[in-house]
């Protein structure tokens, strides 16, 4: 069986954390690269909890770190979800895994230009390394198989009621990806908020008993409260770590086609994505968009991934 060459662009953030687990023991992913940028928290916390979660998983995995600032927008991240350190909760070791000295833009412009059009970009954070890339080097575009990204929703968003955190945080970025004209799968809120992390599956999950449920427990333990304190949930919704699970198992999600925008020129509706779900425009689809959720298959999926680590 062919490996799925990706590489994963995030912004880590407790979810992202997980998207990661999943991605680098994958038997059915070759994770070439961790990028990192500024989302759930400064880009200087992002890069280290990245590279503190590839420590504690001890995968063999380079992270370069991005962009530190949007666009053209000023930057915004996610503390009241994510904390301080963008991945409260969990207590590391000493940190010893080293920084790649290549920045992540350069480091996708080189691994794409240099394969043979067989890269799957992941982005689970706002899209500012892959759209720097993009406009920095155009020919990248031919070069990526597919963009899988999370981020967006069909119907309501999480920061105002049009937008998604990720979308929003960089809407410029996710213009330039979703009209580079390469296949996009968006997996938005829609299905997302489908898959909430309550306690019966955070013990599920501790009971495998190994280094990666551990941090797992640990994640969830601060995501889930935080979640509960900003939206009244009782278990946070595990957003990231379906993109990679999509991968792993593509009949995980439902999705349908659709001509899909992003407004970057509205006040009140900034960073929205234009789903024509229903055709009115009778415009070509642009993008893949999940509609539905095996929310069983999908946990089944974050248990086997973690049952891979010793």
Known sequence: MEKIKMILDC???????VAI??????????????TVVTGNQTLEKTERNARNI???LEVDVPVYAGCGQPMIRQKMVAGDIHGESGLDGPVFEPLTKELEKEHAVNFII??????DGDITMVTTGPMTNLAM???????????????????????????TPAAEFNI??????????????????????????????????VARMDKIGNRASKLFVDLMGHFCKAQKEVFGWEGGPLHDPVTVAYLIDPTVITTKPMHTTIDIRSTESYGRTNCD???????????NVAVEIDAAKFWDIVEEGLKLYN
């Open 21 to 34: 687990m999943l991605a680098a023991k994958s038997p059915k992913i070759d994770l070439l690269g961790i």
């Open 54 to 56: 590839v420590q504690c």
């Open 11 to 17: 912004d880590p953030g407790h979810d992202d954390a």
């Open 277 to 287: 779900f229903f055709g009115y425009q009778q415009l070509p689809p642009t993008a």
């Open 110 to 115: 080189r691994t794409l230009m240099e394969s």
């Open 168 to 201: 929003i945080a960089d809407a410029d970025a996710a213009y330039v990806c979703f009209t580079c004209g390469r296949p996009i799968t968006m997996v938005g809120l829609d299905v997302t908020r489908k898959v909430l992390c309550y306690p019966e599956i």
């Open 133 to 159: 890339a993009i406009r920095m080097e155009p020919k990248i575009v031919e070069k990526i198989k597919e963009i899988v990204l999370m981020g967006g929703s069909y119907t309501n968003g999480n920061v």
